[in-house]
């Protein structure tokens, strides 16, 4: 099943099925509007950013592990970095940040 996920104002992830248009999962706890999401299929996990880095379980929408992008520093976007297993987050400050997680380290490595 195809999966698009909106990101939205409301300070919710929500994935819709691209089949139906309903959805399927609401992931809460982000304090601010959600800039970018990523699904990462290998680990079944779901990352987002609020300012935050949020990373979620994403059958359960458990929240796993969140992380600021640096003192006085706000994620925008990201992205994973396959070959690493890190996270790449891109900051308001002008700046892109490398994050090593133990989520994505043991995804990521072949």
Known sequence: MD???PVAQDKKVSPLSS??????RTYNGHRKAVFDVRFVSNQNLVVSCDGQV??????TGRSLQQFDAG???QAVSLDLVNDFGLLATATASSSIQF???PFFVACCRH
């Not at 089949?19 to 399927?24: K, M």
């Not at 949020?54 to 059958?59: G, L, Q, R, S």
């Open 3 to 5: 999966l698009d996920v």
């Open 19 to 24: 089949a139906f248009g309903e959805c399927l």
């Open 54 to 59: 949020h990373i979620w379980e994403a059958e």
């Open 71 to 73: 003192k006085n520093n």
């Open 99 to 101: 994050v090593a997680s």
